[in-house]
C-alpha cells in the first residue's frame, strides 16, 4: 500500500508540473482584467478596526483568507487554513489527532496570546485560554481575517499577538453544497450546507461535516541503552536523543494517531434595514482521538522483563508497559451559541452582542506499570469543564466630518472546573469512582474602550485607542475533594493605549505604523491547575501578575506594473514582560515546578510579501518571515537568557503558484520551517530524531476540475517529496485525497 501511495504522490507530482508548464496555452473566464489592487479596493475588513474599512485603510498589518483560499488547501482543521498567512505558525504535529495544536503570531507562543472570534464572539476558552481548533467548523466559512501585532486597545486580554476573526456566511440567495472524499491512512471526509434569502430579509444557513482517519505512527517506543550485559532479544534500532547522544533504542512503536470529528453549525437572523439586522448562531463540535494498539519491532516478545540486543555489552531493559507509556483516548466537545444586532440612527451605528462558550474536555492515560498492556491497564481520567459568559455593546459616532469614535463596554465571565479520577481501564471513560483531585475558579472581567479615526488630511488617518479592563477572581480552590485550599479573591486592572497612522503617499502606496500596548491575565490553568506526573509535582500560582507588552510595527504596501504588481514589508518589535514560566523547587525532597512572573522576551522582525499577477489564468504569490525571539532575562531558568524561546522558527516562507482553465484550477503551495528549539537553553540540536524540531520542506498541490455544471471533481496531495519530518512527533509522509463536490 505505501508503494502505490508513493507512486500516486510521484505520478500526480510529474502532473501538476506538467500543467503547470502547459497551463499557457488556455485562458481564464473569470476575474478577466482584474487586478491586484482592485481586489484590495474592494475587500472588506471589520476586525482590526471593529468598523467596516476596505483592505487598504487599516492601520494593522491584516491577512484575509477568503473562500477560494480555503478551496486551495486540503483544510483538515480550520488552523491549517491559517498556516500560509505570513507572520503565523501553526504548530499541528500529529495531524487532525493533535490536542495541543497551537497557532503562533509574531513570536508569541501559543493560543493563549492570540484572541479567537467567531462573528465577532470570543471562543478562546476559559482554562487555559486557549481553543480546540479541531472543534470549529470548516462548512460555512465565509473569510477569515487575520490581524497581526498588538490588539489590546480595542479588544483586551489574550490579543498580545493580534486578532482572528472567524466569520460566517451570510446567504443572498438560495445556495448548497455537498462534498465527500477517501484518502491515504484510511481518510474519509463528508461536508454539507446549505441556506437561502427569504422575502429579502429572512436569511438561514446551516451545515454539517464528519472525518475520520486512521493516522499515523507518530511516537517511537524508546528505551534508555546501558552498558554491561548484552540483550539476548533482537530487533529495535538505536537512535539518538534530541540533544545527540546515541542513548536511546527503538523497540516498537505507541501505534497510529487515530482521530474523529463530527461539527454542526447553524446561523438565522432577519435584516432590519439595509444597514441593520439580528443574528442568532450556533455551532456544535465532537471531537475523538486516541492512539491504536502499538506495534513491537523485535524478534521475541513475551509477558515479562526483556532485554533488547543493543550491541555488545549493551543493552535496553523493556516491559510491555513501555510501548503504552503516556497514551490514552481523549474527546472535546464545544458548543458556541451567538446573538448580534446592528442597526445605524443617523450619525450613530449600533452594535450589541452576546454569545455563550461551553468546552467539555476528558482525556486518559495509562497508569500501569510493568506487566500492564494496550488491553488491560488501569488509568487516569481528567475532566475539564468550561463556561463562558460574554456580553458587549458598542457604537460608532461621526463627530463632524473628520472625526469617527467607536466606543463600548463589554463584560465576560469565565468558570473552569478540572477533576482527576481513577478508572479501571485506560481507554474506557466509564466506572471512575470518586473524585481524585479537584481545581477551579472563576474570572470576571468589564472592558471599557474608545477609540477616535481621526482624518487629518485626505491622505492621513491617525487612530488614537484606549482600553481599561478590571477583572476579579473568585472561587478558586485546588486539592483533594474534602482537604481543598481555597484561594482568596482578588481583583487586578489595565490600561491599554495604541496609536496608529496609516498615510496613503502616493496612489500605489501606502505606509503603516502603530506603537501599541497589551496584555494577558494568567489563566484559570495558570492560577488554580496543581497537578502531577511522576515524581514531579506542577503548581499553580494564585498571585501571578498579567503579562505585558509593548509591541511597534512600521509597514509599507507598494503596487507596481500597472497594479499587477503588489509588494509589501512590515517590521514589527515587541517587548514582554512578566512572561509566566516555571520556578524548580525542592520541597520536603521532591521536586516543585512553580508557576511564577520571572521572564522578559523581546521579539522582532521582517514580513514580506509579493503577489504577481502574471496573466489572466497564472499568478504568483509568496512571503517570508523573519523572527528574532530570545529570553532576556528569567530567574528561574538562568541557561534560557540569550537564548532563542523554544517553539518559534526563526525563517519561515510560503510560496504559491495559482492557475485557471475554463473547466480547471491548480493550485501548488511549498512551505519552510526553519530549525526549531524545545529545550530553553537551545541544546536539542539533533535532527531526524523523536523529540527534535529540523528544518522541513512541505510540497502540496491541489487539482480541481469541473467536467460538468454543479459537480467538482478534485485530487489533494501533502507533502509531495514524501519526506518524513520530526516536529517532536514524527509527521507523515506523502498523501492523497481525493473526492466530489456538488454547487448550487
Not at 472592558?447 to 478558586?476: A, C, H, K, M
Request: charged share 25%; with cysteine.
Amino acid at each position: 500500500m505505501k508503494r502505490v501511495v508513493q507512486g500516486l504522490c510521484w505520478g500526480l507530482g510529474v502532473a501538476v508540473m506538467t500543467g503547470l508548464l502547459g497551463s499557457g496555452v488556455v485562458r481564464a473566464e473569470e476575474r478577466q482584467g482584474e487586478t491586484l489592487k482592485t481586489q484590495e479596493m474592494e475587500e472588506m475588513v471589520v476586525t482590526a478596526t471593529r468598523t467596516e474599512k476596505t483592505l487598504a485603510d487599516v492601520p494593522a498589518s491584516v491577512s484575509v483568507i477568503t473562500q477560494e483560499d480555503l478551496e486551495k488547501q486540503n483544510v483538515k482543521t480550520l488552523d491549517e487554513a491559517l498556516r500560509i498567512t505570513p507572520g503565523l505558525y501553526d504548530k499541528r504535529t500529529k495531524g487532525m489527532m493533535d490536542s495541543t495544536s497551537g497557532v503562533n503570531i509574531r513570536g508569541f507562543k501559543g493560543d493563549q496570546y492570540t484572541l479567537v472570534l467567531m462573528d465577532g464572539i470570543p471562543v478562546n476558552d476559559a482554562y487555559t485560554g486557549g481553543l480546540e481548533w479541531g472543534s470549529l467548523p470548516i462548512t460555512n466559512i465565509d473569510r477569515i481575517e487575520v490581524v497581526r501585532g498588538p490588539a489590546s486597545a480595542l479588544y483586551g486580554g489574550n490579543a498580545m499577538g493580534g486578532v482572528i476573526n472567524i466569520i460566517t456566511k451570510t446567504p443572498e440567495k438560495l445556495e448548497g453544497s455537498a462534498s465527500g472524499g477517501y484518502g491515504s491512512n484510511n481518510t474519509y471526509r463528508f461536508r454539507l450546507s446549505g441556506g437561502d434569502l427569504l422575502w429579502k430579509r429572512f436569511f438561514i444557513q446551516g451545515g454539517y461535516e464528519e472525518e475520520s482517519t486512521d493516522g499515523w505512527v507518530t511516537t517511537p517506543a524508546l528505551k534508555t541503552i546501558s552498558k554491561g550485559k548484552s540483550g539476548t532479544t533482537p530487533g529495535g534500532y538505536s537512535m539518538d536523543d534530541q540533544y545527540g547522544n546515541p542513548t536511546k533504542w527503538v523497540i516498537g512503536d505507541k501505534g497510529d494517531n487515530g482521530a474523529f470529528h463530527r461539527g454542526f453549525n447553524f446561523k438565522t437572523g432577519y435584516k432590519l434595514s439595509e444597514t441593520g439586522s439580528v443574528t442568532f448562531s450556533m455551532l456544535s463540535g465532537h471531537d475523538e482521538y486516541d492512539y491504536d494498539e502499538p506495534h513491537t519491532y523485535m524478534g521475541t516478545f513475551g509477558s515479562t522483563t526483556t532485554y533488547a540486543q543493543a550491541g555488545p555489552g549493551r543493552r535496553a531493559k523493556f516491559v510491555p508497559n513501555d510501548f503504552i507509556d503516556q497514551t490514552g483516548i481523549g474527546s472535546n466537545d464545544t458548543d458556541i451559541y451567538g446573538l448580534t444586532f446592528k442597526e445605524t440612527f443617523g450619525p450613530v451605528t449600533l452594535h450589541a452582542m452576546g454569545g455563550y462558550v461551553t468546552v467539555d474536555d476528558r482525556y486518559t492515560t495509562e497508569s500501569g506499570t510493568g506487566l500492564a498492556n494496550y488491553d488491560n491497564s488501569p488509568g487516569t481520567l481528567k475532566i475539564t469543564k468550561n463556561d463562558t459568559w460574554y456580553g458587549e455593546i458598542s457604537g460608532d459616532i461621526r463627530i463632524a466630518k473628520p472625526h469617527l469614535l467607536t466606543m463600548g463596554v463589554s463584560y465576560r465571565r469565565d468558570s473552569s472546573d478540572t477533576d482527576d479520577y481513577k478508572v479501571p481501564f485506560y481507554r474506557s471513560y466509564s466506572d471512575r469512582g470518586d473524585s481524585t483531585f479537584y481545581s477551579g475558579g472563576q474570572e470576571s472581567n468589564w472592558g471599557f474602550f474608545l477609540q477616535d479615526e481621526w482624518r487629518v488630511i485626505d491622505p492621513l488617518t491617525l487612530y488614537l485607542g484606549l482600553r481599561y479592563d478590571f477583572w476579579s477572581l473568585s472561587s478558586g480552590a485546588s486539592g483533594v475533594p474534602g482537604r481543598l485550599t481555597d484561594y482568596d479573591s482578588q481583583t487586578d486592572s489595565e490600561l491599554s493605549p495604541k496609536f496608529a497612522a496609516v498615510w496613503k503617499a502616493l496612489e500605489d502606496t501606502t505606509v503603516r505604523g502603530s506603537v501599541g500596548h497589551a496584555f494577558r491575565p494568567p489563566s484559570l490553568y495558570d492560577l488554580y491547575r496543581s497537578w502531577q506526573s511522576g515524581s514531579t509535582y506542577y503548581d499553580s500560582n494564585p498571585d501571578l501578575k498579567p503579562e505585558t507588552s509593548w509591541g511597534y510595527e512600521l509597514g509599507v504596501e507598494q503596487f507596481l506594473f500597472n497594479r499587477h504588481t503588489r509588494l509589501g514589508v512590515v517590521g514589527f518589535w515587541n517587548d514582554i514582560e512578566d512572561m509566566i514560566s516555571y520556578r524548580t523547587e525542592i520541597i520536603d525532597g521532591n521536586t516543585h515546578r512553580v508557576k511564577t512572573n520571572a521572564g522578559k522576551v523581546r521579539t522582532y522582525g521582517l514580513e514580506f510579501e509579493a503577489e504577481q499577477r502574471i496573466t489572466e489564468w497564472l499568478s504568483l504569490w509568496g512571503n517570508y518571515t523573519y523572527t528574532h525571539a530570545r529570553v532576556l532575562e528569567n530567574e528561574t531558568d538562568p541557561e534560557s537568557e540569550g537564548k532563542k524561546l523554544t517553539g518559534i522558527p526563526e525563517h519561515m516562507f510560503n510560496l504559491g503558484v495559482d492557475t485557471t482553465y475554463k473547466w480547471a484550477k491548480l493550485s501548488v503551495i511549498g512551505r519552510y520551517l526553519s530549525k526549531i528549539y524545545g529545550s530553553s537553553d537551545n541544546s536539542d540540536i539533533a535532527r531526524g530524531v523523536y523529540a527534535s524540531y529540523e528544518p522541513a520542506f512541505f510540497l502540496d498541490a491541489k487539482l480541481t476540475v469541473s467536467p460538468i455544471k454543479y459537480m467538482d471533481l478534485f485530487v489533494s496531495v501533502e507533502n509531495m517529496l514524501d519526506r518524513h519530518y520530526y516536529e517532536y512527533y514524527r509527521s507523515d509522509g506523502c498523501s492523497v485525497f481525493g473526492g466530489v463536490t456538488f454547487k448550487y
